[in-house]
């Protein structure tokens, strides 16, 4: 099985968009949504929760006000001022604790549990394209790298169960701890930029992550028609180093009304921006089985 990741630099470039497309366009293949901490892709395929289960990672603090004395050492030693005193008692922020447990190991009466901490929860759902594995992290919460390495190992035994020839995964934007673990075991990173400053950057230094893991690269220019001399540099900086262009995409109203009627674009309509993206799909295809 091949593994297919579609990432940014940074939020907001279309990368849900071409994923929604691609995953139209792929046959026999597991889907798997890995921006935990936004995921937006189930807006597009609207997923049918078969299995949910909650993903619990590191611990938090919880004071026990019935064991509680009331002494107020552990607000004293809490280095995250995590604790504060309420009318109820002594009692922990959630938000703020970071799991140290030195006031649990301080406790003179012993009243601070430290369970394992509920950070959100993780599914399995059917879609119109197929199975998709996905998950949503609660606001404010860690851990979004083991999250994504528990997705892709979930979708890795579905699809060694059922036979998929394909994972394609919708990657989380940025170059942070969740991108660096969805590119672990990736054949090919679909990396969509647009022709900015900003997004050329990012570019750099996304493409520069996937040249570390020995990742394959293409770029697809979103918005292409927004700054040609930008786009221009783009399409220089991939020829030197080797990065193909396989979609200069230009900015389509069709986009956004297949958005609005919950619909990926090669399935609203068959115009240009499918046909475009139809070619981009059968181009990454072709270079994923290239040697
Ligand atoms: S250290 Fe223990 S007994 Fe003292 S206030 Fe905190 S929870 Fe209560
Ligand atoms: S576990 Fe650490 S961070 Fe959390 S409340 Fe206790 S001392 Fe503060």
Known sequence: MHEIVI?????????????GAFAQLAENAILCDLDVDAP?????????????????SGNEAIIDLNRCDRCGLCASVCKFDAIELTQRGFQVAPIRCEGCKVCVELCPADAIDFPERHCGSWYISTTRFGTMVHAQLFPGQENSGRLVTLL?????????HDGYELMLCDGAPG???PVISSMAGTDLAVVVTEPTPSGRHDLERVAKLCDQFKTK????????????DQAAQIEEF?????????????????????????QVITEYDSGPASQLLEAAWK?????????
Do not use: W
């Open 40 to 56: 937006d892709l189930h807006l597009l395929l609207a997923p049918k929760n078969l299995l949910q289960t909650e993903f619990r």
């Open 217 to 228: 690269v293409v770029v697809i220019i979103n918005k292409c028609d927004l700054n040609s």
């Open 175 to 177: 170059i942070g701890c």
């Open 283 to 291: 181009n990454m295809l072709n270079i994923l089985h290239a040697n």
């Open 152 to 160: 892709k190992q979930k979708a890795r035994e579905i699809a060694e």
């Open 7 to 19: 990432i940014s630099g940074k939020g907001g470039a279309g990368k849900t968009s071409i994923a």
């Open 238 to 262: 991939c020829k030197a180093n080797g990065y193909p262009v396989i979609c200069h995409f230009p900015h389509d109203h069709a986009v956004t009304k297949a958005m609005v009627k919950g």
